[in-house]
C-alpha cells in the first residue's frame, strides 16, 4: 500500500497525534473513515454502471492490468493460425533485422543532416 510499512504508519499517526492533538484527532480519523466509504461507494458504483451499460457480465480479474504478459501478446501476435509453438523462441527469432551492406574501405558511412 504505497511502499508503507507498520513502522512508517507508526510515525505518521505519532505526527498526527502532535500536530492534531488529542481533542481533533477522533473527529478527523472519523471524517477519514467516512472518505474512504464514499470513495469506495463511488467506485463500487461506476464498476456497477459499467456492467449495466455494456450488458454482459464482466470478468474483472481478466481486466485487471496486473495481468499483463508483453511477452505472452507478442508471442500470440507473432503465431500464425493459432497454432501453439513449442519453442517461442523460434517464432522470435524468425523476424530478424535485414542486413545492412558492408562499407567499402575509404568509403563514408551515409549521413542524414535531419536525423536529429
Known amino acids: 500500500m504505497f511502499g508503507l ?10 505526527i498526527a497525534v502532535f500536530v492534531l492533538g488529542p481533542d481533533r484527532l477522533p473527529t478527523y ?4 473513515a467516512n472518505l474512504v466509504k464514499s470513495l469506495r461507494r463511488m ?8 456492467s449495466a451499460e455494456i450488458g454482459e457480465e ?10 499483463y504478459d508483453p511477452r505472452r501478446i507478442i508471442r ?15 517464432v522470435l527469432n524468425t523476424a530478424k533485422v535485414q542486413s545492412q551492406p558492408r562499407l567499402v574501405a575509404g568509403e563514408q558511412a551515409p549521413f542524414d543532416s535531419e536525423a536529429t
Open 5 to 14: 510499512t507498520g513502522e512508517k504508519l507508526l510515525i505518521l499517526g505519532l
Open 29 to 32: 480519523a472519523k471524517q477519514l
Open 43 to 50: 467506485a463500487d458504483g461506476a464498476k456497477d454502471q459499467l
Open 58 to 67: 464482466l470478468d474483472w480479474k481478466k481486466l485487471d492490468p496486473r495481468q
Open 76 to 90: 500470440e501476435a507473432l503465431v500464425e493460425d493459432g497454432a501453439p509453438v513449442a519453442n517461442p523462441a523460434q
